[in-house]
């Protein structure tokens, strides 16, 4: 389900255990995915559509981890160029989104978070100074160059 912080979220093996997940979820809108057995995990932080900082993310923790070194070059080139395409297709200017890494191959698992946990105590201190600052720069170019409001969603002409 589109839940957040892992909440509402179901590995099902069979239709029965599909099903009675959905059940569970009363009236939450669902996404059925691959599960993705994966090597390595990261949880980017996105303030405007650009700027990006990926960060090892432990779901099992559920914690954040000090890890400048996480991907090689070419798998951390690939979630920064695959974060900034989908909030340009969402029109999000915050996000957050979860990559799941099998094989090198980054997997977007999670990127519909346009309003992310970003407490110091969750994000540890080190990404809450990026993320202030960053938010800061947003926040001043925003008022400094405005841009028109949308009536809709940049997603919805994917939908037809």
Request: proline share 6%; aromatic share 12%; glycine share 6%.
């Amino acid at each position: 389900a589109w839940g957040g912080g892992w909440r509402n979220v179901y590995k099902v093996n069979t239709v029965d255990e599909l099903i009675a997940a959905y059940d569970e979820t009363g009236t939450l809108c669902m996404v059925l995915q691959e599960f993705i057995e994966w090597d390595q995990f990261v949880r980017c932080i996105c303030i405007g559509q650009d700027n990006i900082m990926p960060i090892r993310y432990d779901p099992g923790e559920r914690r954040y981890h000090v890890e400048h070194d996480h991907l090689s070059p070419e798998v951390g080139q690939r979630v920064v160029e695959y974060a900034q395409k989908l909030n340009r297709m969402l029109g999000y200017d915050m996000n957050s989104v979860e990559f799941a890494i099998r094989d090198g191959i980054p997997y977007a698992i999670d990127f519909m978070n346009p309003a992310p946990d970003m407490d110091i105590n969750s994000i540890t201190p080190h990404y809450f100074e990026w993320v202030v600052k960053a938010m800061a720069d947003f926040c001043i170019d925003m008022a400094l160059n405005p841009k028109p409001q949308r009536s809709e969603q940049r997603w919805a002409q994917y939908l037809t």
